[in-house]
């Protein structure tokens, strides 16, 4: 019997090559979006309505794959969407927004199927977060901020489940090609606004690195990996080596010259 994954964010990006890729290894591929009509002719696997940030949709969600499939053996929380812009001038609903999308509604898919995995005695499940996790970014502080609060929750619950055949597991990727700045908020900048000149040089940068970022392919080669993997670690970053460096550079480095550093290449 072919494993059972849900996938979401699966319309494009990484979500819709794991999706591909999973889909063509034998496995029964759930994948969601916001809009499945538009996408369930064009790709082979299955495409289920969700909202990332609604609680009716997800357990809607989560029961049409028990419905048809009769199991879900493995979760990939994937969706999430991006923000940038300086602390000061984003707005606090914007905020908000972005943590119910790219945290809240992670935590509720992953105490929709927890029940039901338990009761099976095992399952996986697989987070999408980010090396930018590691640090809080100029002008991605609200991004680096949502994606370490799902870390951290995952942490805890990994440790919390486990007794019940439960693996868990945050895979944190660097910058990769991607649609992201189209679905991403931008925080409503004036020319008179004391952070427009480095707020127009980091988005530029921003932009760039993920134009210029890693194959997702390579991501999903590592997630169809940690499927067979038993003993998974916490984490798993994928990036170049610079972006994985980061955080090492960060813990080993004092505050003041790490922080210097970081300013340093973001020009402020």
């Known amino acids: 019997m072919s494993k059972v994954v849900l996938i979401t964010g699966a319309s494009s990006g990484l979500g819709l090559t794991t999706a591909l890729h999973l889909h063509e290894k034998g496995y029964t591929v759930y994948g969601t979006s916001r809009n499945p009509k538009i996408y369930d ?34 979760l990939i ?8 812009g300086p602390m000061e001038e984003i707005e606090l609903s914007a905020v908000r927004q972005h943590f119910e999308v790219n945290c809240f509604g992670p935590l509720q898919l992953m105490q929709a199927v927890l029940p039901h995995m338990r009761l099976q005695g095992e399952g996986l499940i697989i987070n999408i977060t980010s090396i930018a996790a590691d640090i809080g970014l100029p002008f991605r502080g ?24 439960i693996r868990i597991c945050n895979v944190a990727p660097g910058d990769f090609i991607s649609n992201i ?15 427009y000149t480095t707020y127009q040089f980091s ?10 970022g890693i194959d997702p392919r390579e991501i999903t080669e590592i997630i169809e990996s940690l499927i067979n993997t038993t003993k998974l670690k916490v984490r798993y970053k994928v990036g170049t080596p610079l ?22 290449h973001y020009k402020l």
């Open 203 to 212: 988005l530029n940068q921003i932009n760039d690195h993920v134009d210029n």
């Open 243 to 264: 972006q994985k460096l980061s955080g090492i550079l960060k813990s080993l480095l004092p505050s003041r010259i790490f922080e210097k550093l970081l300013m340093n």
């Open 77 to 84: 929380n994937n969706a999430g969407v991006g923000i940038i």
């Open 142 to 165: 609200t991004y680096s901020a949502a994606k370490g609060a799902l870390e951290r929750m995952s942490e805890a619950l990994r440790m919390e489940t486990k007794a019940h055949g």
């Open 181 to 195: 700045a189209e679905r991403r908020h931008y925080a409503s900048l004036g020319k008179d606004s004391p952070y």
């Open 41 to 74: 002719k064009q790709y082979p696997f299955n495409f289920l309505s969700l909202e990332n940030a609604d609680s009716i949709s997800i357990q809607n969600c989560v029961k049409t794959v028990l419905d048809q499939s009769g199991r879900l053996d493995i």
